[in-house]
């Protein structure tokens, strides 16, 4: 038996949408260690773009927009004896930047409460549809960022909704306590190269900025935050509950490096 202690266990693992994404490989983490997976995707569409991906696997599709297709998510996986789950991966995030970066105080409502409904309050009501399906002693894990007090202009009102996200994170912990085990907890990640970043205007120079201010120098990896989140997802970390546990290389301890420091003070 492997460290993880996720053999013959079944995990729920929302938000796979490419190679590059952080769902995909806590997925392959887990497989690797006999964990059985079973996804949902956000459409019909995405299923199709996924099917080589993720060929030979049990795949539902579910808008976290929609409330009902939430519900129906539950149903179907009770109907088809798809539980218990031994935990779920909620690694969903969305923004509308369509017209581009405004200040925070231009930020249109729809857009804020449609980022709020997909990234933060669908793993309220993902926990709240799986609840009867989950072992006792399952684990829930999302992501979230690595700091949610920066003000990163690039990442517009996202932060904010990330941080809703967090919190939600510990008021589920004590929900759920009252009769079981269940824990949830966040990974809390510094910035990553994934496809979804790359659609965010300036995130290439914030993610390259982010590199400098590591520890190492080097850029955190997809793979590193996918470990730690399977980790969270295994028996082997029953004592963690409602905690946000950051991954960044350092970032959020080194401002003044002295490289960086150098680099923005040198005379033009």
């Known amino acids: 038996m492997s460290f993880l202690g996720v053999e013959g266990k079944r995990f729920l693992v929302l938000g796979v949408a490419n190679r590059k994404s952080v769902a995909w490989a806590v997925s392959k983490i887990l497989e690797a260690e006999g964990a059985e997976v079973v996804y949902s995707v956000r459409s019909e569409k995405r299923k199709e773009e996924t099917a080589k991906l993720l060929e030979g696997r049990v795949v539902h599709v579910c808008d976290v927009e929609d409330e009902g297709e939430i519900a129906a998510l539950g149903q179907t996986l009770e109907a088809a004896g798809q ?17 581009g970066f405004k200040p925070f105080h231009e930020t249109k409502r729809e857009d804020f409460l449609q980022a709020t409904q997909i990234t933060a309050f669908s793993l309220v009501e993902i926990a709240n549809a799986c609840k009867s399906l989950l072992s006792p002693d399952a684990s ?5 960022i690595s700091s949610t007090e920066v003000t990163a202009e690039n990442y517009g009102y996202v932060a904010p909704i990330k941080a809703a996200l967090e919190t939600s994170v510990r008021y589920l912990a004590k929900s759920f306590s009252s009769d079981s085990e269940v824990r949830f907890n966040s990974v809390n990640a510094g ?78």
Do not use: C, W
Request: hydrophobic letters at 40%; glycine letters at 8%; proline letters at 5%.
């Open 140 to 144: 829930v894990v999302t992501i979230g």
């Open 83 to 99: 539980f218990p789950l031994d935990g779920v991966l909620h690694s969903i995030a969305f923004a509308n930047y369509s017209e």
């Open 191 to 268: 910035p990553l190269k994934t496809s979804a970043s790359a659609g965010i205007p300036g995130y290439l120079e914030n993610y390259l900025y982010a590199e400098k201010l590591t520890f190492r120098k080097r850029a955190l990896a997809t793979d590193e935050v996918a470990n730690l989140a399977a980790f969270l997802l295994s028996p082997r970390s029953s004592g963690i509950n409602g905690q946000g546990i950051v991954i960044d290389a350092g970032m959020g301890f080194n401002y003044f490096d002295k490289e960086v420091v150098r680099s923005a003070t040198k005379p033009e």
